[in-house]
């Protein structure tokens, strides 16, 4: 199997320069430091600071996964721009510790998870590419949305990243 974190940390790089533009947007506008974190599209949508930290636990989830180990458990207390950008890194950090040889044989993995509550078993390949990039790509795009209609000058060039 290729190793899955590229993917994910050329996408979190983004996400985190992404967050730039949304900090100087906030300043721009005198906005509470709070204020960007909890925007949503819409009042039933879990808010923007949900959808990064979720897309990054799918990132180090199926980074972890993949490669048989523990997946770390990062507590959601952010409530500002700049414990979003330190979410990514520590993301990013976590993921730079997994071997590109700790993947070798990873589809011949079963992965097992609690999804509503249950457990649930997929082929390893099933899981990466039916489960965790669904997911880790919708909350991307839902918090890039989220910024976006809210006013930061963002577009797909942002999104997809240098």
Known sequence: MHNPTLSFTHSLTALSNILDKAEAHAEAKKLKPEVIPQLRLIADMLPFWRQVTIACDHAKGASARLAGIEVPSFADT???????????????????????????????????????????????????????????????????????????????????GA
């Open 78 to 160: 952010e409530t500002t721009v700049a414990e979003l950008k330190e979410r990514i890194a520590k993301t990013l950090a976590f993921m730079a510790t997994i071997p590109a040889s700790a993947y070798d044989k990873a589809e011949d993995r079963t992965i097992t998870l609690k999804v509503g509550g249950q457990d649930r078993s997929f082929p390893a390949m099933q899981y990466f590419l039916s489960f965790a990039i669904p997911n880790f790509y919708f909350h991307m795009a839902t918090a890039h949305a989220i910024l976006r209609a809210n006013g930061v000058d963002i577009g797909k060039s942002d999104f997809m």
